[in-house]
């Protein structure tokens, strides 16, 4: 497994047109943000459908990193073209670290977010308030168009909420606080300045600009 990616930050003249990636996934809510965190950077950001590519790739992996490399190597065996890929759950200490990688088929493989919810919910009934610590966790895989793979993962800590907040975001956004909001009360522009996918996303696009330094 490739080591995940680590580096200072840095500052540089960007050069060149729009960079088009194909994103790993024809989730239309992961597709807006990841869009909108990284059309600052002029990179655009297309779904694997609209690309032609309409598969659906199996995640057997056994952390977040090796999941988003098995969809975006996936994509670029197919495509050889540059590739984004992500795979990101939810980690709660109560429940000892799930749903975790299974964060999506935590309450079965069509569940709705509000099944997934009402499950968390659930299972956390009799947690008191010190015990209900959780975070975010994504990883992005980026595969250039040389094959070569970059992995950067983030984080995000808050806490579980006892019911429901909010009507933005999607997945377990609703009860995902993080400090005094809960990720479905924020809109967008707010969450991705400190979601675990918006700081994942900034990294890469940083290394983007650290590649093309004169």
């Known amino acids: ?5 680590d580096f200072q930050i840095k500052n540089m003249n960007k ?4 960079m088009e990636i194909i994103l790993a996934s024809n989730n239309k809510n992961k597709l807006k943000e990841i869009t909108n965190i990284l059309k600052p ?36 065996h197919l495509s ?3 590739v984004i890929s992500d795979d990101s759950g ?24 509000q099944d997934r919810i ?3 919910l659930n299972l956390m009934e009799n947690a008191k308030e010190e015990e209900r ?12 168009e040389k094959g070569e793979k970059h992995l950067f993962q983030e984080t995000c800590e808050g806490t579980i909420l006892k019911e429901p907040r909010g009507e933005n975001g999607f997945g377990y956004d609703p009860i995902f606080l993080y400090k ?12 991705d300045k400190v979601s675990h996918r918006g700081k994942a996303l900034r990294r890469m696009a940083e290394y983007f600009k650290g590649e093309n330094k004169n």
């Open 133 to 144: 610590t959780a975070r975010f966790v994504c990883a992005v895989c980026y595969i250039d």
């Open 41 to 76: 950077f002029d990179i655009k950001v297309i779904s694997q459908e609209s690309a032609g590519f309409d598969i659906d790739v199996e995640e057997t992996g056994t952390t977040f990193a090796e999941n988003a490399v098995l969809k975006a190597e996936a994509i670029y």
């Open 118 to 120: 009402n499950k968390i």
């Open 80 to 82: 050889k073209k540059p």
């Open 180 to 191: 005094d909001r809960t990720f479905a009360q924020m809109n967008g522009q707010e969450k």
């Open 90 to 113: 939810l980690e709660i200490d109560y429940l000892h670290g799930e749903p975790g990688i299974y964060s999506k088929r935590y309450a079965g493989a069509n569940a709705t977010n």
């Open 15 to 18: 050069k060149g047109g729009t």
């Open 1 to 5: 497994m490739e080591k995940i990616v």
